[in-house]
């Protein structure tokens, strides 16, 4: 396989999280994740063709796919779906007995991966910002072996020392079952927790360990054999921009502002 040269952030990202993926596995899909959905596809169309995958999005539980489209999200779920699961039983009865993987994006995270989807501020009644909510994370990740994480845009934002609201479960002392997250994915680089503590791995191209650093708001533990993030292949980019996302979609997480707004304009333009 021949390195790419001409490749993207967000392909980069999604070729990270199909790298995290083994065949056979049983993966969950979150809502508005496309980024996930990419990789989840790329590594079913390339490593792991024997893949389940589940989501969050119409309920259903997948071996089959299609190309990843915004005012279409749902219909590859519904038409391919083998099961149909309201979201009580997929939380309390599906997830826990299939152990399945899922990448979480979280609004906040601490060094010990505790995250945060609920709100910013101090006041709960009152806050600074209100997020899309936990949905299951409280329930999936005090029992979960598999749970991953990824930032599209690093910053001390997002990787704080104090998170405001705990939603997702990190690496305590007080569990009784499960794991804290195994694993994390940024625009800046890749990060596991070997120690309970979140540890960097590698750092993409043009990255530098002080950057990344800097762009954290607590203190990084660092792996002794750090290395440059392998790049995608030109394969996995060919099957990211021509089969598994030909309009884009993907791009949404790590633009911001006007440049995603275009981008939106655009692909529902082209989908009609």
């Known amino acids: 396989m021949h390195t ?3 490749y993207t952030i967000d392909e980069l990202i999604s070729v ?12 969950g899909q979150g809502i508005a994740t496309p980024l996930v959905a990419a990789g989840i596809l790329l590594a079913k169309l390339t490593h792991a063709p024997d893949i389940w995958f589940a989501s969050a999005v119409g309920g259903t539980l997948c071996r089959d796919w299609s190309p990843l489209g915004l005012a279409s999200i749902e219909k590859p779920w519904l ?9 009580t ?8 007995r299939f152990n399945v993987k899922e990448f979480f994006r979280p609004a906040q995270v601490d060094a010990h991966g505790n995250f945060n989807n609920v709100m910013i501020g101090s006041n709960y009644a009152r806050p600074q910002m209100r997020l899309p909510g936990s949905a299951g994370i409280p329930d999936v990740t005090i029992f979960d072996q598999h749970a991953m994480l990824y930032v599209p845009r690093h910053s001390r934002a997002v990787f704080v020392e104090h998170i405001d609201f705990l ?4 690496h305590t002392s007080t569990r009784s079952a499960g794991r804290g997250p195994q694993y994390c994915i940024t625009n800046l680089g890749q990060f596991d927790y070997a120690h309970g503590r979140m540890r960097l791995t590698s750092y993409h191209p043009g990255q530098v360990s002080e950057k990344i ?8 533990e660092v792996a002794p054999d750090l290395h ?5 292949t030109e394969e ?15 791009k949404q997480e790590t633009w911001s502002g006007a440049q995603r707004k275009e981008l939106i304009s655009e692909i529902l333009k082209r989908e009609a």
């Open 228 to 232: 440059e993030t392998e790049p995608p």
């Open 236 to 250: 996995e980019v060919r099957l990211l921009r021509e089969e598994i996302d030909p309009l884009g979609v993907r």
């Open 79 to 87: 038409d391919h779906g083998l099961l149909l699961l309201p979201f």
């Open 213 to 220: 650093q800097a762009k954290t708001g607590f203190e990084l």
């Open 16 to 27: 990270c999280i199909c790298r995290q993926i083994k065949n056979g596995e049983v993966v």
């Open 4 to 6: 790419a040269t001409d």
């Open 167 to 170: 939603s997702g479960l990190g």
């Open 89 to 96: 039983r997929i939380v309390c009865e599906f997830l826990p």
